[in-house]
């Protein structure tokens, strides 16, 4: 299934976020968790209003989400909001997570963001028309998907030999 896409920026790699697997599947996850658009949730008898860059959650769900124990999700939620990367707001039962420059990242605008076509000394690829159909899409969502985890899990293991 078509849902979109995430721009992910270059400049992840500049903060080290990259050198912990854990912290770094947590933060993919929530980036293509949020909500790109307003939207209103159900949480229990609760209607959630959430914004663009925002997700609910708990550290339980995220847990078993992405295979990653309790304490786990935890460390890397907090090592998240120290970086400045989300900001974190408690309730009873649940946490909305927001991506903190959600707009300035993720935004339709693109006077800061990536450019579409090829920039000046750039070529295209390819001469031909680029078309694609949701087939291909959704190929390609779930190649870069099962591709990512095994990179995680190799990651894994050779930083923890687990």
């Avoid at 707009?103 to 339709?108: A, C, D, L, R």
């Avoid at 390609?140 to 930083?159: I, M, P, T, V």
């Amino acid at each position: 299934m078509h849902r979109g896409y995430i721009k992910l920026w270059r400049k992840s790699k500049d903060n080290g976020l990259m050198t912990n697997p854990e912290a770094w599947l947590v933060w993919s996850h929530i980036l293509l968790s949020a909500t790109h658009k307003e939207y209103q949730q159900i949480v229990g008898k609760k209607v959630v209003n959430l914004e663009p860059g925002q997700m609910i959650t708990g550290r339980k769900s995220l847990s078993v989400a992405l295979g990653l124990s309790e304490k786990i999700v935890r460390n890397c939620l907090e090592l998240l909001e120290k970086m400045g990367n989300i900001t974190k707001k408690r309730a009873s039962k649940y946490s909305i997570i927001t991506v903190c420059n959600w707009e300035t990242y993720q935004g339709s605008g693109c006077a800061q963001g990536p450019t579409l076509g090829p920039t000046e000394g750039q070529q295209r690829a390819s001469k031909g028309p680029q078309t694609r159909n949701n087939k291909n899409i959704e190929e390609q969502e779930e190649k870069w998907s099962s591709s990512f985890f095994d990179l995680y899990r190799k990651l894994k293991e050779q930083n923890y030999g687990e």
